[in-house]
């Protein structure tokens, strides 16, 4: 695996570089990755999120097998949506706004096309039912699924998380699954 980029995607209320996103940048650093924030504020819904990333994917010198993409919530929903068409080395996502009401969310089939995905949730997420992320689990096999004490922010869970991303990371470098 030849892993090289990561693009990072925060949520409807967030910005790029949030205090659980500059964590996750750091470790994709350590690892000697290169990393892209993307900027969403500007973007009037999910739709235009998604052109974006898929326009960053297309911009970047790296083919997008080699590319891991990481989203929280609507950046998770984001992430998935593009994996659908663009295939990519890993998803990993937290608490990612998957089923949610189709008049924001246009995409409501999901067959992302990676190599390894995982997910982090917490079970008191008023935001994002943590169920939505049990139920696309349960619809690929393979999904590792991390249900934490936490709600949709994960901010008690930063820690978990850093340490999930680099071993993730890390097993995709060495090509496991």
């Not at 010198?61 to 659908?84: E, H, K, R």
Request: some cysteine; aromatic content about 8%; glycine content about 10%.
């Amino acid at each position: 695996m030849n892993m090289k980029h990561v693009i990072f995607s925060h949520g409807k209320e967030s910005g790029p570089f949030g205090r659980k996103i500059r964590r996750l940048i750091e470790v994709a650093e350590q690892l000697g990755l290169g990393a892209t924030s993307v900027d969403y504020r500007e973007c009037a819904d999910a739709d235009a999120r998604v052109a974006l990333l898929r326009d960053t994917i297309a911009r970047l010198q790296v083919p997008p097998t080699d590319i891991v993409l990481v989203g929280s919530s609507m950046g998770g929903y984001v992430s998935v949506a593009v994996a659908n068409e663009v295939p990519v080395a890993g998803l990993f996502l937290m608490a990612p706004a998957l089923w949610m009401p189709a008049e924001e969310y246009t995409v409501q089939s999901y067959a992302p096309m990676a190599r390894r995905i995982e997910i982090t949730h917490g079970f008191g997420d008023d935001i994002v039912p943590y169920q939505n992320s049990v139920r696309f689990a349960a619809a690929h096999r393979g999904t590792t699924l991390h249900l934490v004490d936490d709600d949709h922010r994960l901010g008690a869970s930063h820690d978990f998380l850093a340490v999930q991303f680099g071993r993730f990371l890390s097993e995709l470098a060495a090509g496991g699954v």
